[in-house]
Structures are given as C-alpha cells and as structure tokens.
C-alpha cells in the first residue's frame, strides 16, 4: 500500500459556556482549533489525522499550504502501515506534526484489517473511558458554581487551570471543596507557572483539600526539584510537560519526580509513543492519564481506544469535549455519567463529517 494524497485542513470549533471562556496562566480560549491532515492510499483506503492547532501554527492563514508542501515529499509513495519505519527514519522533526501523521496511519491500518484501533493496541480492556471535566481559572464563586453543575452531570473528577498566584489557586481549590465536599476528585494544573520553593509551599498549602494531584507546577526540565518536592509533601504530584522522550520517562521514573504521568500524543510524537509510556510507567507502578490539549473527534477517539487497550490508564482521562458546539465527525461523542463508550468501527472508528469540516474550515490545502 502507498500513499498517493496528501491534503491539511485548519479549523476552529466554538466552545460553550461554562467550559469557555477557558482561561490559563497564559491564554483565554473560546474556541478549539486543530490541524487535520487527510491521506489518501491506492488501496482506496482513507485515513486522518489530528493535533492542536495553536502549537502547530504562527500564521494560520498560510499554515495549511506550508504544512502540506513539507508533508507531501516525505509521504508520496511511503507504506503507511510502516509505523516503525515512520518513528525511525520518514524525518519528521516535530512530535506534534509526526503524531498528526502517524494518527493517521494507525487509521489506515486499522481499516485495512477491519479493526478499531484498540484491537491492534492491545485488545479491549474497558468498554468505556472515564473522562474529567475541564475549567479554567475562575473566581471563588464561579468555580462552585461551575463545580456543582459538573457534579449534577455525572462527573466524579474536575481539572482546573492555575498558576498565575499561589493564593488564587488557594481561593479556587477553597471554594471547590466547599460546593462539592468530597464528590469531586480534585486536580489543579499550574502550567509550569511557579518556582520550585514557590510550588512547595503551594503543595504544602494544598494539603488539606485532598487534591487527587497538583499537576506540573514548575518547569518541565526541573525534574531533580520535583522529586525533592514529592520528599516534603503529602499533594501528589503529576507531570505533563515533562513526559516527552523515552529518555525524559526514564529520568522521571528513576528519581521517583511524580506519582501520575500525563502523557499526550502531540507531545511525545504519537500513539505507539504514548502506549510505550504507559506501559514503561507501568513496570515503574506510576500510573498515567491522557492528557487532552482541547481536542475534536480524532484526538478524542485515540484518546479512547489508547485507555481502552491499557491497563496502566485507571484515572479519568483529561477531556474538553462536552463544551465543543459541535464536531467534526459524523457521530459525535455522548458522554454518560463521566464516561465515553469505545469505538467499535474499523481504524479510529469515526468519520469526518463533511458539511461540518466545511462549516469550521478556517483554511485548506486542497487545490
């Protein structure tokens, strides 16, 4: 099999209250945008792909063309079943723009053999996947608010963004516990926003309101100091920045930096790349949670079929998808009681809804 067609599509879908406006140490979204890509094999067969727009992009108005002039040369004529191949030598340098490509293979292959994804990951290890519901920084009123609607919805977890002061997040935290009690699983994310006797006095502050984890809170190369942060504090302490290369893992894993591991496909540079995370933290005991980066309906079913084939993905898995305004695919997601039901279709086992990738396209390579 040989890829024939090459073709990249940037688009934006709204978010809806009370997940938008969804606000960061650094960023206000409201929207979540991605760069698709379509390739296209002489077997008839179809496969796509998906990563985060706003870390593959400076001028999305030109994006799609440069993107889809660097992908064509390297792909036209390539095997895509070659996944290994792929990692080794196809010469992708980014990890966001190898895991779009590298999506999309796993796609073709899954179609080629008539399986879901999650049948060539592994097997199926739960039919459903529990997912966390997202919200940004807030106001102490606000974030009780917003907190209890979650919990009326079925969720048991909540992620909050932090990271712009200690005693916002404090405030934040504060208030969640007081709407919710003990109904809500609690994780915070700084962003790498603080200093390590910054983020160890926060850790200790945090201490009494039973946080499931306080993810990331100092820069991604401080590994060293988020050890010694584990050594003085009963918060449990997740990484996301940092979970990178297989190199990255191994340092993390052998200074004991970090209870939960939040690996992401975009980050590490596919799904066969997140797999060997998981199961790498496995032999460790440190178990991980997918991390979600505002995704549509292709990041979300890897997101699915990666926990559904893996042990080693117990907690709820990050996701923002409830608040998009729609999606992309022909059969959007319902999420029931915190939980997403497996796809069973062939590949990532959904399809793009044309009339709607029209709806949302912000610009296209196809000629």
Not at 183 to 193: E, F, K, S, T, V
Not at 217 to 227: F, N, R, T, V
Not at 298 to 323: E, G, I, K, Q, V
Request: with cysteine; hydrophobic share 40%.
């Amino acid at each position: 099999m040989k890829i024939t067609g090459v073709d990249t599509f940037l688009v934006d879908v709204p978010l809806q209250t009370p997940v938008s406006p969804y606000q960061s140490r650094y960023i206000c979204s409201t929207s979540t945008g991605a760069l698709l890509i379509r390739m296209e094999t002489d077997a008839g067969i179809i496969g796509w792909g998906e990563t985060p727009q706003r870390l593959s992009f400076q001028n999305a108005t030109s994006f799609t063309d440069e993107e889809a002039d660097y992908f064509r040369p390297i792909l036209l004529g390539k095997d895509p079943t070659d996944i290994s191949a792929l990692y080794a030598d196809w010469g992708i340098e980014e990890p966001y723009l190898q895991s779009l490509v590298e999506m999309a293979c796993w796609d073709i292959l899954g179609k080629q053999a008539g399986l879901p994804l999650h049948r060539l990951l592994g097997g199926l290890y739960r039919e459903r996947v529990e997912v966390t519901c997202c919200m940004g920084i807030r106001g102490p009123e606000e974030a009780a608010t917003i907190s209890k609607h979650y919990v009326d919805l079925g969720f048991s977890t909540l992620k909050t963004k932090a990271g712009r002061s200690p005693e916002e997040d404090l405030a934040m935290v504060r208030a969640i516990r007081e709407a919710t009690g003990d109904r809500l699983n609690l994780r915070i994310d700084p962003n790498m926003g603080y200093t390590p006797e910054v983020a160890l006095q926060l850790a200790r502050d945090l201490e009494p309101y039973d946080l499931q984890y306080f993810e990331q809170p100092m820069h991604k190369d401080l590994l060293q100091e988020s050890a010694e942060i584990r050594q003085q504090t009963t918060t449990p302490l997740a990484l996301n920045e940092s979970v990178t290369t297989m190199e990255n893992v191994r340092k993390i894993l052998e200074l004991d930096a970090a209870q939960y591991l939040l690996p992401d496909t975009y980050q590490c540079g596919g799904i066969w790349a997140v797999k060997l995370v998981g199961e790498v933290a496995a032999s460790a005991g440190v178990p991980c949670i997918f991390h979600c980066a505002h995704d549509l309906g292709l990041r979300t079913a890897t997101m699915l079929h990666m926990a559904a084939s893996s042990p080693n993905f117990p907690l709820a898995n990050d996701c923002t998808y409830y608040s998009l305004e729609n999606d992309i695919i022909c059969e959007p997601f319902e999420i029931k009681e915190g939980t997403i039901a497996v796809p069973t279709k062939p590949g990532l086992g959904v399809e793009i809804d044309e009339a709607m990738l029209k709806r949302y396209l912000v610009k296209s390579s196809v000629k």
